[in-house]
């Protein structure tokens, strides 16, 4: 409204100035030219923003006689037609192409460079600003050009380096033919004592034998070169962390057509992947190296490197149907945005999963092994414990922890104090929504809680009297109107109410003297098994740990809903080393497909070939692998024990068993429906059933991922990604490449465009997108960041303030750029001062006044769902503009995080709305304008046909369809199909823009 307001003012007053002079001067004025804008829309020839040009790709190497295809940019909006005159400084090395012509529909110019003789030069573009600014603005700038000899570097083999790297020396080069080949850690590393620490070792740089031939159609564009360490670094498993290397390349041997995004980085290890392949590596980046060139990138891997590319990189074009959808989703709402967006996948263009569970195959795993773990089995009460941060894994970033000792590390970017019992509250309200995915009741109305307990025990109906689940006490939600306070207090009486009922005291605690069977803890089951309650106050001197178990307290404590524990000293209540039990699936031996372990395989040793038939999973070098990927195989052996893993116990089994003896591989309800909704296994193509169809290879191409997750993040969601984006990469052609680019990105600067040595600036205008990955995954934070930056939330769930924005920047222009048909104009704002220029008439069913306000809110009641929730959406600038009535928008779904509402997002309007009206950029650089819909994913409360109230779960639904029933048997919070009726909603009341096909470069 004020850039309205100022540009009123001006216009007013070059009207006076006219007037004047033609009153005053008989010769009349000159005309001056105007800018073709269309109704509403803004463009001054006198914008004083600063005038800037730039060149994509920045730089150009390339071989006499080849051509490189350049993009000149110009920000702001060009009002009039404007010329960009291009020199060259030496003609000979490269002639000057052709001057670029720009107006206001035309913002970049794409010209050809073609390389003369060998030598160096520079293009130059200048800039004159229109007549009309009386800034009389210039802007220049300068693509540095090198025609070389396309010849690749060369090493003889036997040609080696070697070195230590430690604290004091943490960089090992390469010298002779190795020139420019490097290995290196942050010196840090070596002075840590956790899982991320490095001891001092010995390591060599070496040439390596040519890996090209291994993939079809690729083309070497520099040397293998092979980096090896000696003990005490096993170089046949992961590094908890990533070294930094560095490879020799030459650009001027690129395919003509390739950008970044097409460098493949081939692997080889002679104990895990003995046959090279492409593998997915973080911040591949090329830099000048002396009087060469290098590709440096990062990874937890020891081998042999090659830098290659597929001969026709880039050339391949192809049609694209876009939806003009999207769905961004934070914490809760990132696991949702992967469960909802991959299983809807032809419903979207791009599918963004931030911070959140993102693929349930590992995080289950993780929950089940660590997060769940730590005990001491039968027959070995006195075994040697872990420390938490011990623990051997190999997934790098991932933090450890045990049932005893929880994440929880102090700083501002957790985005909540997640104590022990918010833990428990988490995993109990995916429970709620899915079933227990570790361990199954016999009462399906308690298919959230562990097997054992009954409809009118105690301990699941509290003081309530059979009948009122005391388990599932809905959050307090506040309260608006007065009937929703009045139902806010009557859920905090019942949440105090049901606490104190179950766990003052022990009269509630549910126990099984005897005859609960377990294979670790209590294979004969002459243990008794209880139930017990937790939630013992964080303890800030044990960070990052700290979570760690104590004696919960006496009033407040938490009841667990979801496992049991042994209660090996028969006292009632659940001590420190006493386990909890983990009852989701029948034993089986994860050694893969073909059946056999590791040291069954035919060839097998220890040290020289640890996997054989080179079937483990890795989602970094092995991807497709078997053994080892946390998911049952046909072909796997199992146990036939049925859930508690103990032969024999059907009938003696005090909770029953379930599956033992029926011939086939058994997982509780619970787990089989969080695998049904897994991103991970839609994505292999494990599950074809979801509503969008089987995710086919074409279907794979026409949609984007976009994965974050921070490295310090308490819920391990940066490993989480890793493994999303290693289900991606496992997609490949029948030569072995993935079928889509992909890349990590550790941190914002690290992306394409932006400055790696300036990690605290982020400018999401100047991103190159033809160099970045089409799936790019970004892990925030800095591992070896100092106290006073994790105080401040570096890399923590949230991140710092700065992480979370630049998070959010990067997701709205990820998914802008999928979108090349969006409206990018700068238009007026507002409805002028009597509101004379609103649109009086709208397809919405709210009517006009929220519209001109940009947000509507809307209590949604699903036509064939009922389910019940809110929605918030904030519309693009001028949107209830009468000028725009004819303009359509895509669309972004926003999912918010556990515990929150979708009002409470509506804030990030502030930022849209800016970037989309940004009078700083152009038309090629500004985001996109798109409606952004904020969808409920909070747990509500449930009416059935007769008023009975229930609530749908705890905090929060993670978006997926529960498989709770009401009294009348009718479906509970089936978030899945009530999200697909928010779509359907938003289609028919916003002028959302339609499907249509457009053109993209693979």
Known sequence: MLRAVKLARRSALASAILFALSCTDDVAPPSEPKPPTEPGEICDPANSKPLRLSFDPPEIVVAPGQIRRVRLTVEPDVCLPTVAKLVTDNAGVTAAPEDGKFDLRHATYDFNVTGGAIGATSIRARMERAALNPSGDSAEAALPVEVRDPALPKCSPGEATKGELSGAAAKLPGTGGLKGAELGVNAKAFARTDELALPTFASEVACGEDLTPSVAKMKALGPAVKFTAEKPINQAMPLRRELDFAIPVNPAAFPAAARLRHVQVLFKNDLRAKKARPIVVANPRVEKAGDGYVLRFSSPWLGTYQAAALEDAGTNKRKRRVTHRAVMGFSMGGGGAASFGVRHHDKFDVIEPLGGPSDWTWLLWFIENYAMGGFCPAGQPGCAKTPPNQYPMPDTFAHSMDWNHWWYQEGSGNGGHFPRDEYIQIFEDLAIMQGNPNGQNADPKLAHMAPGPKDGDPWVNGDRGQGRDCTITVDPISGRTAEEKQREGEQKQLESQCKAARCNGNQAIWKAPKNFFDDEYNPDGSLPVIAFCDGSPQQKDKDPYQNTWAPPPTTGAKPVNIVLAVDRNNNGVRDEDEPVIRSGHEPYDDVGADGKANKDEPGYDPVTNPDPNQDDYDYQINPTGTEGNHRYEAGEPFRDFGLDGVPFTADRHVAGDVGEGDGVYTESEGLKNFYSNDAHGIIRRWNDGAPGGPLTDDALRRVDFFTDGGVRDLFNFAAVANHFQGAVAARTNSA????????????????????????????????????????????????????????????????????????LQFGFYFASQRWPDADRRLIEVGGGDNGENYATETKNELGVDCERKGHCEKIFTGPKTRRVGPIAVTLPPGYTRKESAGVRYPVMYVLHGYGQDPRDLEALAIITNNFMNSPEQSYATRLAKFIVVYVDGRCREHKDGKGNVTPECIRGTFYLNSNRKDTEGRPMAQMDSWFDEVIDYVDQNYRTLPPADVEVSD
């Open 736 to 807: 072995g490449v993935p079928i889509r680019t992909l890349a990590y990105y550790n941190n914002f600067h690290f992306l394409p465009g932006q400055d790696k040595n300036d990690p605290i600036n982020f400018a999401p205008s100047r991103l190159r997108w033809a160099d970045i990955a089409d799936m790019p995954s970004v892990r925030y934070g800095d591992v070896d960041a100092s106290a006073s930056d994790i105080a401040k939330g570096d890399g923590q769930h949230v991140g710092t303030a700065l992480q979370l924005l630049w998070r």
